[in-house]
């Protein structure tokens, strides 16, 4: 089935088999491997993007499903080579080890930034309950997203990824 | 992973998409996915083909007046942002918000929940508290159904094969009420090992006029604690009353055991739950 996906500002149409998951597209076809398939049930959040401004698992939703949708990865998330706020916070605070967890995290991360500039920690560790990190045991993580909320409320204009910002226009940082 | 092949289509209307069940007898609905994909995944359901409703705008879609109306494919996200119904009625944030986790909740629908009727999902037994009417269209128009008809068994209801459901409507709750769920959630799934939702209204003297209480993750469906409801009404809704009625909800109910819960725990879980969510229906109905 052809599907018309834009993916970190670029529009592209492809032919896909409707059983193809959103994650092999990202990776297989676009060669986007920054989204990880880590549990591939539904469980770890490792895959997790952003489809149309909300942050999905996309191990488990179909490609076809995007069809016309926005579709933003790991890699859309810095702009013009500049660091996202969410990036810099895990550089910064050692948000991670081993980095298998990271490209979903910082999508599940940017969303919650995204929901509520400032967040307590507590609203940072439930909001992160679909993302599991064998690795730091969270503390890092939590740290890392606050400091992304203190950089972001610091300096809010001109940090929307620029996939974003080219998309449907749903988010803001 | 990756499921068996299937057709697919993404129909614009209602009636497009009943006709395609129609046409295709091993058709299923993809409403929000988390449910279907996850079991088309490990092959354990194999459609050949998958109807997806997530293009029909209709069916998403929140309107609240006398009565809180659902559109089938409005995501939990989308309840959960609704400060008008999640101020009414508090069950739905105490019930979604625990379900699966932020991910799950922003592609979940409540349409889906009730239609795949999970023994262990956490709505089956929210809405039978809250007595919802759902709304179901097929071949032979549209039709409304009591959800104490809609659940049959386990993953089973009252829709046909070629029916969709469209839309749920929730009686808001008149005068002194208060409605309140509480789960024992899987500590690996987060599923209910054993949820309940309780309703409590009360007359101008304090008594409970009404009350119901519906029960998840206990049988093979989520099922009414019809004993304790009896046990409650007309009663004050003291601590010790609600402990008492609490004691009955486990009577008369299906009650499965498996590896992690035996079935005599399961029933304890229940009073137990029972009884705090009482508690809290009763603090909220002031
Ligand atoms: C990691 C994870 C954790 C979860 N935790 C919980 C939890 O704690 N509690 C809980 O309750 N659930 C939980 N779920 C399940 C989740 O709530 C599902 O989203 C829900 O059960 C199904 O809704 P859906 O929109 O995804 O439906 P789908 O998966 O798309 O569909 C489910 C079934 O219903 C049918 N269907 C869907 N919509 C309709 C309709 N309008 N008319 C007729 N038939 C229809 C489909 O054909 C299919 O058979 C979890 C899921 C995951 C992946
Ligand atoms: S790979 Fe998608 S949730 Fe784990
Ligand atoms: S850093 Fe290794 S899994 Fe999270």
């Known amino acids: ?173 | 992973m990756f499921p068996a092949e299937f057709d697919y289509t993404a129909p614009a209307t209602i009636d497009e998409a009943i006709r395609l069940l129609q046409q295709r007898d091993d058709a299923k609905i993809l409403a929000g996915g988390h449910s279907l994909l996850p079991a088309m995944k490990l092959r354990l359901m194999t459609p050949a083909m998958l109807v997806d409703i997530g293009k029909i705008p209709e069916l998403r879609g929140i309107e609240i007046d006398g009565s809180l109306r659902l559109g089938a494919m409005t995501t939990y996200r989308m309840v959960l942002d609704s400060q008008a119904a999640c101020s009414r009625l508090p069950i739905l944030v105490d019930s979604i918000s625990k379900i699966g986790d932020k991910q799950v909740r922003n592609m979940g629908t409540v349409g889906g929940s009730l239609a795949h009727a999970d023994p262990a999902a956490d709505l089956t037994a929210v809405m039978l508290a809250l007595d919802a009417r759902l709304t179901a269209r097929g071949p032979n128009g549209e039709r409304t159904i009591a959800i104490d008809d809609f659940f049959v068994d386990m993953l089973m209801t009252a829709l046909d094969p070629a029916e969709l459901l469209t839309r749920i409507e929730i009686p808001l709750p008149q005068g002194r009420a208060g409605t309140a769920y509480a789960k024992f959630a899987h500590p690996a799934s987060g599923y209910a090992v054993v949820g309940v939702a309780a309703l409590l209204s009360l007359a101008t003297d304090g008594t409970v006029q009404d009350c119901r209480i519906g029960v998840t993750g206990a049988g093979p469906k989520a099922q009414r604690a019809r004993a304790a409801e009896d046990a409650l009404r007309g009663q004050q809704p003291t601590a010790d009353r609600l402990a008492d009625a609490a004691q009955q909800a486990a009577d008369g109910l299906d009650i499965l055991g498996d590896i992690f819960a035996s079935a005599d725990y399961r029933a304890n879980l229940v009073r137990v739950y029972t009884r705090r969510a009482l508690e809290q229906a009763a603090a909220r109905a002031g």
Request: charged share 15%.
């Open chain 1, 1 to 173: 089935m052809e599907i018309t996906v834009t993916v970190n500002g670029k529009t592209s149409t492809h032919n896909v088999p409707p059983r193809m998951l959103l994650v092999h597209y990202l990776r297989e076809v676009l060669g986007l491997t920054g989204t990880h398939v880590g549990c591939d049930t539904s469980q770890c959040g490792a895959c997790v993007v952003l489809k149309d401004g909300i942050s999905v698992k996309s191990c488990t939703v179909l490609a076809v499903q995007c069809d016309g949708a926005n579709i933003v990865t790991v890699e859309g998330l810095a702009v013009n080579g500049n660091l996202h706020p969410v990036q810099e916070g895990f550089w910064e605070e050692h948000g991670l080890q081993c980095g298998f967890c990271t490209p979903g995290v910082m999508m599940a991360a940017y969303q919650i930034l995204q929901d509520n500039p400032n967040p307590s920690e507590e609203e940072i560790r439930a909001g992160l309950e679909g993302s599991l990190c064998r690795c730091t045991g969270y503390h890092n993580i939590v740290r890392a997203v606050k400091y992304a909320a203190e950089k972001m409320k610091a300096a809010p204009a001109g940090q929307t990824p620029t996939a974003v910002a080219a998309g449907s226009g749903e988010a803001v940082p």
